[in-house]
């Protein structure tokens, strides 16, 4: 499913191609609506939409997909209202009883320069947005019923160029006071917090008299003047409950409270900051959207703050496929489904008690979504109340209704800036939800939210709620000790006793643990939890405790420096009755897997093979740069006459050297003691003193202490490998991630780094294999994915991967095929200067066909070897379904398995 950032970016091209049109309705709006679907990433005709196959009394309805959306298409320039008419009648006619189908829920009208989005079984007065084809990329979560699947549009206007610009000044204000270090950054983040609160009050009408423009008018003018006095004076009245010192241009000031302004240490700013808080202040506060602010400003005021204004928020069509599912639609359903006003009256105080926790919160953007979400279900519920008056005869309700309380969101991060700007983004979003759906608590004194706090979320304990939502931090368990520390990972095994994973998935398994019977949890993770290792401690967790997915996207990209890849995961625990509608990735599905597949496909979860043990390994990790050395180093360490240095200074592959050099050969030198005691290795003193001066007081730093004490030695020098290699001349490595799995030959003499894999073989045939199509195909299967690479790890793929028991002729036929393609991929790469990702690349499109008939080869005689047909030789799927099928035989004893015995590995005689 594509992301809010993905579907952006085509609307924006969209927009470029279709701005100059002026030709005729007929000619080109065919072309229009499919570039519209495609830009959400849905296929018009494959989902049941439909041009010009219904017909009413009104005429031909221009698109018509049953049930979700009618479109009526005009020639530019024609006003949107003559179409009125057309409107009223194709909808009132779209609905057919006897098939089951409902009338459609949207209908727009559009003459490809405007449109207007109706919603008319909802809201049949007024259009839910009139928008142009130039606001289009900025309002493009309001076209989300254009996905495939059940994602609810959002028509509240985002103003993300202006809200950018509003966080630019914010930025421009702090980085300037952090960098000449003005006060401790506490004092600083908590001053730009109160001042940008400030700004957006004096635009909302809740401070009279604009008290801090005049404050910064008042400094800027007298040079004499202490900022720090004004601002603390101004900080000070609004955290004060009695009248004094309300005078002059701060007689309209309120007490604000809310926490907000407790302390007051405002730091000294310089004219230039004055003069860029100055066009903070003259910037319109009220065409600022709370969610991307508050991401845009934690990245400035973050810990780890970037040098320039942070880039990547979440897209609200991204937040709203979790809270959609987790919220909307439920409470939707339930509206709908009231028969009368005393019935909703009483759904009311349900609705306005229910309450939403984001155990990871960030800057708060998906509680204030929840909670605006929420104001919008109890603003539906009231007209639901009146209607269901008018249509009934029965009373309605006396007496003031209830609302949402801004209390109804709870958040926890483990940064303290964070939920200083989450409160501060609830608090502004609670103003301006007020303009959309009526009164709720009064905005000023500001609502106290203790609810929203700083702890570490995975140690403390959760409130009692009724829905979890959130974006759980992504940080690979590779990375979890150097950033938390031997400690924390104790812990974390004590605590949840699945070892160490991503950091992601104990948050699903603690979610699951924390909802009550009925209860909903929707939550974002890497999409590592639906592969491999991390989906056993994930979600076959929620699914073994109770937890039924619901919704659920596989995988898209996700906002971020780190091109992460997402899973979207929403369930419900132990429902009270049977679920029966599944979303997956867009598609209505029977149900929905822990793999996040479809029920019914294979359900089989692949197994280690123990043959296959102590073959495969991730190469070493040297914890340390100064280990590597460009040639001249090395040449001059070899140079030296009191050791062999050749014996410690070693070719280094990494990864990139397979996949783009055309000798797939070593591009740099590593100093690699092996597993030598300190004392044999000052045998080779210069190669120590320099990994004694940059390496050691780096290691010296660790929170490991085997890395600390044993800094001479690789931090993961991989002894088992070591020990497989040892008696081979020569032996295979793979890149462990890329758009392809690149193998090639090196020699004993080189060492291996951890951004290849090692292959503990050193005989054609086994090269054969894994230059195969079977193999390739397995790895994508197994594999987890990196963006849109593959990441092959060892246990996943290798020690899964059920080898075929040829005969002899069979073996000896896939080595000669091996042995002839590797000598023709060489001679090629070096004839062509190209490494092989371009070699393949140029193959795919049609070049070196000679290369493609001896793969065609190799996959025929490895499919032969497995006593399959040359037709499956090639085909991926096919390939993997067998493998499954294999590797369930193995496990499960119908199949004796002995594959790899002796040191050439390969078949039984």
Not at 582 to 597: H, Q, W
Request: proline residues 6%.
């Amino acid at each position: 499913m594509r992301s809010g950032a993905e579907i952006e970016a085509d609307l924006r091209a969209f927009v470029k191609r279709w701005e100059a049109y002026a030709g005729s309705e007929k000619a080109e709006a065919q072309t229009f609506l499919n570039e519209l679907f495609a830009a959400y990433g849905t296929d018009r005709l494959a989902a049941g939409a439909l041009f010009e196959d219904f017909k009413s009394s009104a005429g031909f309805m221009d698109l018509h997909w049953p049930g979700q959306l009618i479109v009526e298409m005009k020639k530019p320039g024609v006003a949107l209202a003559k179409a009125d008419d057309q409107r009223i009648r194709y909808w009132q006619e779209s609905s057919d009883a006897k098939e089951g189908i409902p009338a459609a829920r949207f209908v727009v009208l559009c003459n490809f320069h405007e449109f207007e989005i109706w919603e008319p079984g909802r809201f049949p007065k007024e259009p839910r947005l009139r928008l142009t084809l130039r606001e289009l990329p900025d309002r493009a979560e309001a076209f989300m019923f254009l996905v495939a699947g059940d994602v609810d549009p959002v028509f509240t206007e985002q103003r993300r160029e202006l809200t950018a610009e509003a966080a630019e000044h914010v930025a421009k204000l702090y980085t300037s006071l952090a960098d000449r270090g003005a006060a401790p950054v506490t004092d600083i983040q908590r001053f730009t917090m109160q001042v940008v609160w400030c700004m957006f009050a004096e635009d909302l009408g809740l401070l009279d008299g604009l008290p801090l423009s005049h404050a910064v008018e008042v400094v800027l003018k007298d040079p004499e003047l202490n900022s720090t006095r004004e601002f603390d004076y101004l900080f000070g009245l609004l955290n004060k409950k009695s009248d004094s010192g309300r005078a002059g241009a701060y007689a309209g000031t309120r007490y604000v409270n809310g926490d907000l302004f407790a302390e007051v240490d405002s730091p000294m700013l310089t004219r230039d900051e004055l003069l860029h808080l100055k066009k903070a202040v003259e910037f319109d506060w009220r065409n600022v959207n709370p969610t991307i602010f508050g991401s845009l400003l934690e990245g400035v005021l973050g810990q780890e703050r970037r040098s320039a204004l942070g880039a990547h928020y979440t897209h609200e069509a991204d937040i709203m496929k979790i809270v959609t599912p987790t919220i909307v639609r439920p409470w939707r359903d339930r509206i709908a489904a009231t028969a009368s006003p005393a019935e909703a009256r009483a759904l009311l105080d349900e609705l306005c008690a229910f309450t939403v926790l984001d155990p990871a919160c960030g800057c708060g953007n998906f509680l204030y979504v929840a909670y605006r979400e929420l104001r919008a279900l109890e603003y539906e519920l009231k007209q639901r109340i009146f209607t269901l008056a008018e249509t009934t005869g029965a009373p309605a309700p006396s007496g003031p209704l209830p609302y949402v309380p801004l209390t109804a969101v709870h958040g926890i991060d483990i940064e303290h800036v964070a939920v200083m700007i989450a409160r501060v983004v609830l608090w502004m979003g609670h103003r301006q939800v007020m303009d959309l759906y009526g009164e709720a608590e009064a905005p000023l004194p500001l609502v106290s939210l203790p609810g929203v706090r700083a702890a570490d979320a995975l140690r403390a304990e959760w409130p009692q709620v009724d829905a979890i939502i959130g974006n759980p931090p992504f940080l690979g368990s590779q990375l979890l000790r150097e950033s938390l520390g031997d400690a924390y990972l104790t812990w974390l095994k004590k605590e949840f006793g699945v070892g160490i994973k991503d950091l992601c998935v104990y948050w699903f398994r603690k979610a699951n643990d924390a909802l009550a019977q009925g209860q909903r949890a929707g939550l974002v993770g890497t999409n590592s939890i639906s592969q491999n290792r991390a989906r056993g401690a994930s979600l076959e967790y929620v699914a073994a405790h109770g937890g039924v997915i619901t919704d659920a996207v596989s995988s898209q990209k996700w906002p971020g420096e780190a091109k992460v890849h997402v899973s979207i995961v929403n369930w419900i625990k132990e429902p009270a009755e049977a679920v029966t509608e599944f979303d997956l990735d867009g598609a209505r599905v029977a149900g929905i897997t822990p793999s996040l597949t479809a029920t019914g496909a294979d359900t089989w979860a692949p197994q280690a093979l123990a043959a296959n043990k102590g073959r495969c390994f991730q190469g070493p990790i040297p914890i340390g740069k100064g280990f590597v050395m460009d040639d001249a180093s090395a040449a001059a360490l070899q140079s030296r006459s009191e050791a062999v240095y050749a014996d410690i200074v070693r070719p280094y592959v990494i990864g990139d050297d397979v996949a783009n050099r055309s000798a797939q050969d070593p591009s740099r030198w590593i100093i690699d003691f092996g597993l030598r005691p300190l004392e044999e290795a000052a045998s080779y003193p210069a190669a120590l003193d320099i990994v004694r001066r940059l390496v050691k007081p780096d290691r010296e730093q660790s929170n490991r202490a085997v890395y600390r004490e044993r800094w001479w030695i690789f931090g993961e020098p991989r002894t088992a490998m070591r020990s497989a290699l040892s008696p081979l001349s020569r032996f295979i490595v793979g890149t462990a991630t890329g758009k392809r799995l690149a193998l090639a030959w090196q020699d004993a003499a080189v060492c291996p780094s951890n951004l290849v894999n090692v292959f503990a073989f050193d005989d054609d045939y086994s090269m054969g294999i894994l230059l195969s199509r079977a193999h390739d195909a397995w790895a994508w299967a197994q594999s987890s994915t990196l963006e849109t690479r593959l990441r092959y790890t060892p246990t996943s793929v290798f020690e899964t991967f059920p080898w075929p028991q040829p005969t002899k002729t069979q073996r000896e036929a896939i080595a000669e095929a091996s042995s002839a393609l590797y000598a023709r991929r060489s001679e090629l790469c070096i004839e062509h200067q190209l490494g092989l990702t371009k070699l393949y690349n140029l193959m795919d499109e049609g070049g070196f066909a000679d290369l493609k008939a001896l793969h065609k080869r190799l996959d025929e005689a490895v499919a032969a070897a497995y006593g399959w047909p040359k037709a499956v030789a090639q085909d991926g799927p096919e390939l993997v379904r067998r493998l499954r099928s294999l590797n369930r035989d193995i496990v499960e004893g119908r199949v004796a398995y002995e594959p790899l015995t002796g040191p050439q590995g390969g078949a039984r005689p």
